[in-house]
């Protein structure tokens, strides 16, 4: 059996939907565990001692570089990106996505190049739209994009936005989600190369980029006459067929569900979950 890992992407009611599947999960998973959570920039960071009373497998605050095993659960830190590389942790105040970091776009991006089809994606309850670019990297490289079913969720706006954009491979209740997880672990993936851009992404979040590669990923985008909401400088549309996507060349990323009002010219806004 291949690599395999588990990302978990949530938003508003997250904590309680993180939890019943963490509680759920069984102590010989032979894979980690991602957890992005959004919360507000100084928060406390209560998610690891929450889902530590609930499980036996190990639930880590990474550090910077911390090693990835499997059985354990590895859970974002408020106000930073949380990315995989080489079998480590590595924490990035790259630029924000959607309003947010950690964000669950950024995380899921990085599980597909590190596992290719060993991936697995999935996105809980909350507002707006983050998880679904990430699942469109990770169903890319061959992984598997999963869904709380939208009736099942206390906000359904992310999974029903992935489920718009994305080929999902299993809509499911909150209840089905940890014997799926449980259960795709075991199985053999096939691998997919990854696209120049979704590693030249993957390294603006990380906070690596070089100037080359913003350059060369703005090259196959548009300019539009947009601004961007949170440095004013020019926003581009990605060429990404499936879901109307835009950056501006310092990293800030926007779906049009976040970019929202905020495209006609009016002020930067706050994360839309704070
Ligand atoms: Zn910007």
Redesign the pocket.
Known sequence: VKNRAIAIGASTDGIAAISRIVAALPTDLAAPVFVVQHVGRRSSGQLPGILRNLTNLLVIAPEQGELIEPARIYVAPPDQHMVVHEGRIHLSRG?EENYTRPSVDVLFRSVALAYGAGSIGVVLTGYLSDGTVGLLAIKDRGGVAIVQDPCDAGVPGMPGSALAHVAIDHRCKLDDLAPLLARLVGEDPVDVPAREQLVIEDRIAAGRATTADVAALLATATRTTFR?P????PLYALAEPRIRRYR?????AFTTASLGEAVDGSRPRAAPWA
């Open positions: 630029p961007c949170r440095c004013w400088h501006c060349a310092r990293g800030h």
